[in-house]
């Protein structure tokens, strides 16, 4: 695995995260915050800048249903299935979020938006995919720190509802 860059003042990971990490008591989790000089904005700068499979990266995408945001939770490698979302949601409409939604929605930038820990309470989908691995890494609150978490653990924390929304090869 890359040995990843340590901010002098700690783990790196945005300071609302960190904070969100110290409520929840999981403050183990902030000393296996990975920082990275190059930014691991989307799954494929993750997957290489840590050395796993690409599927192992947790996605936190959010999008509107019927204009509400809804964080999904998806492995790397998968896309999610709209109509899917829609459906389980029994949603009219379901878009991805406009990135200033993103941001006030969850206090995160996109490529930085980490499972839990957000702004606002969301509801929470998480694609049964995640829990194919044994650790998955996540964004934690900036484009350049990730950490690890067993997938179940993750999930709980986020408040998720495991479904099935991967888009499926045709």
Do not use: N
Request: proline content about 5%; overall charge neutral; hydrophobic content about 45%.
């Amino acid at each position: 695995m890359t040995t990843a860059a340590t901010d002098a003042e700690g783990s790196g990971a945005h300071p609302r995260f960190a904070e969100a990490l110290r409520e929840m008591g999981l403050t183990e989790v902030t000393g296996r915050v990975r920082r990275f000089p190059e930014a691991t904005r989307t799954a494929a700068e993750a997957a290489a800048a840590i050395g796993c499979e690409l599927s192992q990266i947790c996605k936190s995408l959010v999008f509107a249903a019927d204009k509400v945001p809804v964080l999904v939770l998806m492995d790397g490698a998968s896309r999610v299935d709209v109509e899917r979302v829609r459906r389980e949601l029994g949603a009219e409409k379901v878009t991805r979020a406009r990135a200033d939604v993103v941001r006030e929605t969850t206090g995160y930038a996109i490529g930085g938006v980490p499972p839990f820990g957000h702004r606002t309470a969301t509801r929470v989908l998480a694609d049964r995919s995640l829990l194919d691995h044994d650790i998955v890494w996540a964004a934690a609150g900036t484009p350049y720190t990730v950490f690890p978490m067993e997938p179940g653990t993750l999930i709980a924390h986020a408040g998720g509802t495991l479904v099935d929304v991967r888009e499926r090869a045709s």
